[in-house]
């Protein structure tokens, strides 16, 4: 392996620990009572919001889901900030306001996560062409689920951006599951990829659960993208290791289907290459532990953190302009 690959193969390594470090410190953080509300966490996901984000650039953007957490980091979100927001700290990165489901952070192009099924779609769209209007040579990536196929924005925004050529990478995240339900007991005809070329939009299907493949996948895509093809579309097939929140045990699940699924879930398969590739095991431990000790100490100064301002409650509600004078 060369160096050049092996540094790449440990970049998704680090990046995949920390967003699982972070989420299991968060469902942690649940169970204790100290945030309120259930979270969506993407645990068994980390590879496609891994292997897509590291061929984006700092000026790229991304559109969420509800289960954006990785997404967020992936693009180099603020732990902290998304940490506190989660806790309803006034230093989250919606001043705790909008808590686990609406997590954004315009700094690194993060556009916001989404508690609305398939709603990131035409913001996602909607930014492509104001980048084009404002001569940028950015691309837009967007995350969401299979569950997203089947409502409308998923159609209006890919003829959209068929239409109009527009730089958009759009990513199905395929847990097979949405919400509860799987997804194939709700879907007609030949799945995301036959609907996508019929508007006009080609794509590739990948293993969603191998970090590289995604890594490679997307960078052919995106160089697509990049020079002038329209908009592209990734099919990743996963699988969601723990229930639909945060408060669901899974139960609707068939014995044995979690655990036999962990077997190939994203972090174990590319901690296996790396040491068959002659990785110390030593180095790959260092990276798990670093994520862990950043995820906790993100946890303690979250707990810390002051609350909103009382005052701010109706802030960044509506914006009704400046008081007129009585004429």
């Known amino acids: 392996m060369s160096g050049d690959n092996r540094a790449r193969l440990l970049a998704l390594y680090a990046t995949m620990c920390r967003i699982r470090a972070f989420e299991e410190t968060a469902l942690a953080a649940h169970r204790a009572g100290e945030i309120p509300g259930p979270l969506h966490v993407s645990i068994g996901q980390e590879a496609v919001a891994t292997g897509v984000c590291l061929n984006l650039q700092a000026d790229d953007r991304i559109t969420s889901n509800h289960r954006g957490h990785g997404h967020a980091l992936a693009k180099g979100a603020g732990v902290a900030g998304m940490m506190e927001e989660l806790f309803g700290r006034a230093g989250g990165h919606c001043r705790g306001?909008?808590?686990?489901?609406?997590?954004?952070?315009?700094?690194?192009?993060?556009?916001?996560?989404?508690?609305?099924?398939?709603?990131?779609?035409?913001?996602?769209?909607?930014?492509?062409?104001?980048?084009?209007?404002?001569?940028?040579?950015?691309?837009?990536?967007?995350?969401?689920?299979?569950?997203?196929?089947?409502?409308?924005?998923?159609?209006?925004?890919?003829?959209?951006?068929?239409?109009?050529?527009?730089?958009?990478?759009?990513?199905?995240?395929?847990?097979?599951?949405?919400?509860?339900?799987?997804?194939?007991?709700?879907?007609?005809?030949?799945?995301?990829?036959?609907?996508?070329?019929?508007?006009?939009?080609?794509?590739?299907?990948?293993?969603?659960?191998?970090?590289?493949?995604?890594?490679?996948?997307?960078?052919?895509?995106?160089?697509?993208?990049?020079?002038?093809?329209?908009?592209?579309?990734?099919?990743?097939?996963?699988?969601?290791?723990?229930?639909?929140?945060?408060?669901?045990?899974?139960?609707?699940?068939?014995?044995?289907?979690?655990?036999a699924a962990r077997a190939h879930e994203p972090i174990l398969r590319l901690r296996a290459r790396l040491l068959a590739e002659g990785a110390a095991m030593k180095a790959l431990d260092a990276i798990e532990g670093d994520a862990w000790a950043e995820m906790s100490a993100a946890r303690s100064a979250a707990l810390a953190a002051p609350w909103p301002d009382l005052a701010t409650a109706w802030e960044d509600v509506q914006d009704i302009g400046a008081a007129q004078e009585a004429v």
């Open 97 to 259: 306001k909008g808590g686990s489901m609406h997590i954004a952070d315009f700094s690194v192009g993060m556009l916001g996560a989404n508690g609305v099924v398939a709603g990131g779609i035409p913001i996602a769209v909607g930014a492509a062409q104001g980048l084009r209007m404002l001569g940028s040579s950015a691309i837009v990536c967007c995350f969401f689920g299979d569950g997203a196929i089947n409502r409308g924005p998923f159609l209006e925004g890919l003829n959209w951006a068929s239409l109009y050529d527009l730089p958009v990478l759009f990513v199905c995240e395929d847990n097979g599951v949405a919400a509860f339900t799987r997804a194939e007991s709700v879907t007609a005809g030949a799945g995301v990829l036959a609907r996508a070329e019929a508007l006009g939009v080609a794509g590739v299907s990948v293993d969603g659960n191998d970090a590289a493949a995604v890594d490679d996948a997307a960078s052919r895509l995106i160089a697509e993208i990049r020079a002038g093809g329209g908009p592209r579309l990734l099919h990743a097939t996963t699988y969601r290791l723990m229930g639909h929140t945060s408060t669901d045990p899974a139960r609707w699940r068939e014995a044995g289907e979690v655990e």
